[in-house]
Nanobody, 123 residues
Framework: QVQLVESGGGLVQAGGSLRLSCVVS????????MGWFRQAPGKEREFVAA????????KYADSVKGRFTISRDNAKNTGYLQMNSLKPEDTAVYYC????????????????WGQGTQVTVSS
């Protein structure tokens, strides 16, 4: 059974930074691409960033490009989302997900999901 567990969320002031982590167990981590999505209250879950199996390729939503960085450490079975210059509109529950499709941006492409971690950015 594949499991993903996020951590690192919290409350931060606008302009601040957070780093989210996603620990994956139950399968060979390097065999899956990883994505981060977020869902704000009353809104649909949206794509944030994706990274290939090796970590050599990444993709970002326009809204976070230049501020967020996705990375992974296959030796630690862990993915990361470094979030800088946070804005109040970044407030959401952030989810990591795993799939076999290269750099998928559609949430329906992802097979496995974590439980989410809350990020709140105050103005």
């Amino acid at each position: 059974q594949v499991q993903l567990v996020e951590s690192g969320g919290g409350l931060v002031q606008a302009g601040g930074s957070l780093r989210l982590s996603c620990v994956v167990s139950g399968h060979t981590f390097s065999g899956y691409g990883m994505g981060w999505f977020r869902q704000a209250p009353g809104k649909e879950r949206e794509f944030v960033a994706a990274i290939s199996r090796s970590g050599g390729s990444t993709k970002y939503a326009d809204s976070v490009k230049g501020r967020f960085t996705i990375s992974r450490d296959n030796a630690k079975n862990t993915g990361y989302l470094q979030m800088n210059s946070l804005k109040p509109e970044d407030t959401a529950v952030y989810y990591c997900a795993a799939d076999r499709t290269l750099l998928a941006t559609d949430l329906y492409e992802y097979d496995y999901w974590g439980q989410g971690t809350q990020v709140t950015v105050s103005s």
